[in-house]
């Protein structure tokens, strides 16, 4: 196996949990999965989550019968369950967090089959629009005939956070007791108190722009695919590849250890072959896309690009200048998702009278300043210290440390240019899959409820927090000044 840095963005502290991992064995009890569509979501989902959680689970045990029939992130058409997650995880991880049959030596039980049985650690059911996880066996009518997928794919989340937690060891929030959500009317409560949505499956689905193909982007994607719709287009923007250290994969959920190097948007098409999700690719940029020929595009988007007119956008990008770009083609409706630590929000923008539009608090870094102020903190340390910062991130060390050390350095100057690129990094932040999938879950929740039609009626920002286990629903002012709500930038007057 290659050395990869598969677990690097959600190794890095985070608040409220602790520094190291104790690595644990899973065991998830399945049962029978054949014709129980909805079982087949949480395995299929709950397996890619887990698989990626490198340093933290150790092997996935898996206790299961049947075939699976809905389509998977590296396959479709019925197969074998046991060999179904097998091949997923092989498929994510290179083989290096096995799935294999149940054996005794589990240190978790995680029970989906939703028949109440004793003897689990943890106990989780989805199914419609609502997803529910305990410490005890559930006291509620499952619900089990319904088809979707996004409450089992949340429920799949919260499994995977608690997993996480207990492993890292847990200093602020709350571990799971009997908690339910439902993504149709954004509350937590009791599985029987809480309502559920429309059916989804066969539903039509009016073509619309995904910009951002990584983690939440690819989320999204998984789960318009597994929904079933009965038609949708789906034109999807990125000019970013997996990076070489693998470290886009322990959230990329469309991604597996070949798609090293290659660009996202090569997922994205894969995935949309598998699963018949209509749709088209660009491996670019939004400008380039707006600039460039559009072979293939649905009549409708063509016809309203010609009117310099965009409906409906998903914004699934973590640059702020990239919002700004997608906030500057004035789509009527933005739906964002991002995450934050162990935060996952979504935000639906254009609906709500006077509340924030993508581009009013997402404004972007002054990145030349603050590489200046790096480079400035670079040449005050001591030469030890120095030394110390630079080992290992540049590619001639002894060059640069002569350039730092330099009263007047020249432009040009041998080992500038390690300087300069070191300093002009952003460092990556904290990134995990179940946040990442639980934010493209609240995204397309909302496209969900735009399209039925219920969205006036609710507040625009959905936001789930891992560490106590909340969700709630606000909303954000438009920020004073901001040309796009000012409509100084706006020639359609939105």
Known sequence: MTDLALGDRHSRPIDGLGKEAEMITVLLRV??????????????????????????????????????????????GPINAMEGVENLATWANGGR?????????????VDLTGEGASGADLYCWGAGWKAWIGHEPHRFGRGSDRQECIGPYLAACLVAGELFKRAKGLRKGRFADDDAYSLWDGSAGRWDDLDDGPNLVGSHLRPLYLIGAGAVGQGFIQILGASELADTFVVSVDHDHHDKEGTNLNRCFLAGIADIGHLKTDAVARYRALSGLGGMEHAGTLRGYIKGLRLGLHPQLAEAEANDEFDLVISAVDIDTSRQ??????PRIVMGGSTDSLRAQSVTYGLVEGTECLGCWNVPNDYVAS??????????????????ELAGHVDDLDAAMAFLASKQPKCGQIGERDVKSFVGRIAPEFSVSFVSMTAAILTAAGLFRVVSGETELRSPKT????????????????RDGCPYCSGKQNPRGR
Not at 54 to 62: D, K, L, S
Not at 463 to 478: C, G, I, Y
């Open 325 to 330: 770009d997608i906030q500057g083609l004035h």
């Open 371 to 388: 590489a200046a102020e790096r480079e400035a903190a670079l040449r005050a340390m001591s030469e030890a210290d120095r030394r110390r």
């Open 463 to 478: 936001v789930f927090q891992f560490k106590n286990l909340s969700m709630t629903e606000t909303a954000t002012p438009r």
């Open 97 to 109: 967090i096995s799935v294999l049959p149940e054996d005794g030596t589990a240190d978790i039980i």
């Open 31 to 76: 049962g029978s999965v054949t014709g129980k569509v909805n079982r087949q979501h949480m395995l299929v989902c709950l397996t890619n989550l887990t698989a990626r959680l490198h340093g933290v689970v150790r092997a996935i045990q898996v206790d299961v019968e049947g075939d699976i029939s809905v389509v998977r992130p590296n396959g479709a």
